[in-house]
């Protein structure tokens, strides 16, 4: 190959990545968005009870339960952490297989 074939296949090659790399950006962002409405329906279920009872509850299943939260539990894992009635839980949501950071 001549240098001009190198340069075509470098230049090729470059688009490729290029093209591979905003695929996954666009990837990361799409589920971060995904994730970030569960965190926030999540939120607002918890918000919504201690606007109504005075009080956050001690586990997410409460909300499910009593405030019609809503998520698939097969996509998604949420950690819900009560300190105090008085105090917003710590809220995290991790899609399952993505790891969590």
């Known amino acids: 190959m001549n240098r001009r074939d190198w340069i ?4 090729i090659a470059a ?5 591979l790399v905003l695929a996954n950006r ?3 962002a799409h589920e971060s ?3 970030e409405i569960v965190r926030n329906a999540v939120k607002n279920a918890a ?4 606007a109504v009872e005075g009080a956050y509850p001690e586990d997410v299943e409460y909300l499910r339960q009593n405030y019609r939260l809503a998520y698939d539990e097969d996509r998604y894992f949420v950690t ?12 995290y949501v991790t899609e399952k297989g993505a790891g969590m950071l």
């Open 15 to 19: 688009v490729l990545i290029f093209a």
């Open 47 to 50: 918000l919504t009870c201690y």
């Open 33 to 35: 968005a995904e994730t």
């Open 8 to 11: 075509k296949l470098a230049a």
């Open 80 to 91: 819900y952490e009560a300190f105090a009635s008085n105090m917003l839980p710590d809220i």
């Open 26 to 28: 666009i990837d990361v």
